[in-house]
């Protein structure tokens, strides 16, 4: 089982970056999958996800609005589209994938994790 997080880097405030999270090992389209970012000295906290076919979302206040979430079974991809990037969305970003068809905000119900992306958002 593999995901492989891109797309993070440095952005000025305000700019925007895609994540994608690139799926193999398992059957993704039996799977929710999220995302999760952690900063320096906090706690792991979820910013999206997105059920196996992709009909139901949820998002975290901070990010509403601003992010969305999709995925491509055909692909076994998932993305993160990250506009008016602020300062404190600054953490390492990590796809994680759920044996469920619904959606799942407790990290710790993931069955399968990503290594990570690092997003700074600094000018």
């Known amino acids: 089982v593999q995901l492989v997080e891109s797309g993070g880097g440095l952005v000025q405030p305000g700019g925007s970056l895609r994540l994608s999270c690139a799926a193999s090992g398992f059957t993704f389209r039996n799977y929710a999958m999220g995302w999760f970012r952690q900063a320096p000295g906090r706690d792991r906290e979820v910013v999206a996800a997105?059920?196996?076919?992709?009909?139901?979302?949820y998002y975290a206040d901070s990010v509403k609005g601003r992010f969305s979430i999709s995925r491509d079974n055909a692909r076994n991809t998932v993305y993160l589209e990250m506009n008016s990037l602020k300062p404190e969305d600054t953490a390492s970003y990590y796809c994680?994938?759920?044996?469920?068809?619904?959606?799942?905000?407790?990290?710790?119900?993931?069955?399968?994790w990503g290594q990570g992306t690092q997003v700074t958002v600094s000018s």
């Open positions: 997105i059920s196996w076919f992709g009909g139901s979302t």
């Open positions: 994680a994938a759920r044996r469920s068809n619904s959606i799942q905000i407790d990290a710790r119900r993931y069955d399968y």
